[in-house]
């Protein structure tokens, strides 16, 4: 059976760090487009970050929010099947479900968008407290 599932969530303090896993299992990610999304209590999924399909050549390989570029990187390991969200200087703004999902586009111009969406992971909480 295809599926994405998370791991790495937790409680963090403020300014802390924590890497988020989205391993595949059923089919490989090196086809796949990523999208990192989260939830916050009381509003919408927001897209985060997009890394686009391996072997990709546009030059668009990563896209990041604005509230998180130059804190959290996106990055894959095919041998793994693993997608990774490494998480530096996080705060309090950051606690929400985290979730992965492919996507079906190739390229990252933008940010992911939840209608492009073909596989969602079952999504990790992170709270960020002291």
């Known amino acids: 059976q295809a599926q994405l599932v998370e791991s790495g969530g937790g409680l963090v303090p403020p300014g802390g760090s924590m890497r988020l896993s989205c391993a595949a299992s059923g089919f490989s990610l090196y086809d796949y487009q990523i999208g990192w999304f989260r939830q916050a209590p009381g509003k919408e999924r927001e897209g985060i970050s997009c890394?686009?399909?391996?072997?990709?050549?546009?030059?668009?390989?990563?896209y990041y929010a604005d509230s998180v570029k130059g804190r959290f990187t996106i990055s894959r390991d095919n041998a793994k099947n693993t997608v990774f969200l490494q998480m530096n200087s996080l705060q309090r703004e950051d606690t929400a479900v985290y979730y992965c999902?492919?996507?079906?586009?190739?390229?990252?111009?933008?940010?992911?968008?939840?209608?492009?969406?073909?596989?969602w992971g079952q999504g990790t909480q992170v709270t960020v407290s002291s």
């Open positions: 890394l686009s399909r391996s072997g990709d050549r546009s030059g668009a390989s990563t």
């Open positions: 999902a492919t996507l079906s586009g190739v390229s990252c111009y933008s940010l992911p968008r939840a209608e492009n969406v073909r596989s």
